[in-house]
């Protein structure tokens, strides 16, 4: 399926100042207003082809582990605002032989999700190895949120919630605790991300602006599995 490019196009206004525009693309099925590219990291089996599964399928596709290899992408629009906002989500390869094929892909995404799982302690203390590529290979202003995975596995757990916010804290960025198994806050965290991108995008001067860290804190005590709208 062809999808159209450049959905956003920056045109000039007649004061001087450039503006946004919004064209309404199409494909044969899939219509959006704005697309933006968000990528999952974190070290392998964390679960970030399971929390992209599930959000783009709303299923868990557990079992047998298969390691993602390389880079694969899926896309998924969904409503912010009335706007139809497409995320291509990169799922990257945790394993670190393919290390040198994500760095490629790091420039062009918007947003980053940074995954760890509560019952690996090496994946945890991991994440500033990860935040320290992200600095070198990253956009500046790229958004990123921090997601311990596996909630579910409340016995297995060695990650304290705490840890995590901590750790966010010290970078100041969003932290939610997630599970591809039950849903919970996955939908939350794609949201969240996609509301921010297009607040980022078409926000006016005089508009106030977008508190992500508010909305997740406000969003993540009432919503289960695939219950936001
Ligand atoms: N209980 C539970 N298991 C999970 C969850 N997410 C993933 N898993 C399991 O963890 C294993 C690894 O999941 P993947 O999504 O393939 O891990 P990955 O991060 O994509 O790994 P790489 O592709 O190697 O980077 C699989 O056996 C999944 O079934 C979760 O939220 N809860
Ligand atoms: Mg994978």
């Known amino acids: 399926m062809s999808i159209r490019k450049a959905p956003l196009t920056r045109k000039q206004s007649r004061n001087g100042t450039s503006k946004y525009v ?16 968000v990528m999952l990291l974190g070290d392998s089996s964390v679960g970030k082809t399971c929390i992209l599964l599930r959000f783009k399928d709303g299923a868990f596709v557990g079992g047998n582990f298969i390691a993602t290899v390389g880079i694969d992408f899926r896309n998924k629009v969904v409503d912010v605002d009335n706007l139809k906002v497409k995320l291509q989500i990169w799922d990257t390869a945790g394993q670190e032989r393919f290390r040198s094929v994500t760095h490629a892909y790091y420039r062009d995404a918007q947003a980053l999700l940074l995954l760890y799982d509560i019952t690996n302690k090496p994946s945890f203390d991991n994440i500033r190895a990860w935040l320290n590529e992200v600095h070198d290979y990253a956009q500046k ?6 997601l311990g995975n596996k909630s579910d596995m409340a016995a297995e757990r060695v990650v304290k919630t705490e840890d995590g916010e901590k750790l966010a804290k010290e970078y100041g960025v ?4 997630t ?3 039950t849903g919970i806050n996955v939908e939350l965290a794609f949201l969240a991300i996609a509301k921010e991108l297009k607040h980022r995008t078409t926000q006016q ?3 106030p602006k977008f508190q992500l860290l508010d909305y997740i804190e406000s969003q993540k005590h009432k919503t289960g599995c695939c219950s936001l709208v």
Do not use: G, Q
């Open 22 to 37: 919004l064209e309404r693309c199409a494909s044969i099925n899939e219509y959006y207003d704005i697309a933006f590219k």
């Open 141 to 146: 202003d790229v958004v990123i949120m921090l």
């Open 174 to 177: 969003p932290f939610m605790e």
């Open 179 to 181: 599970s591809a198994k």
């Open 205 to 207: 001067p005089n508009e």
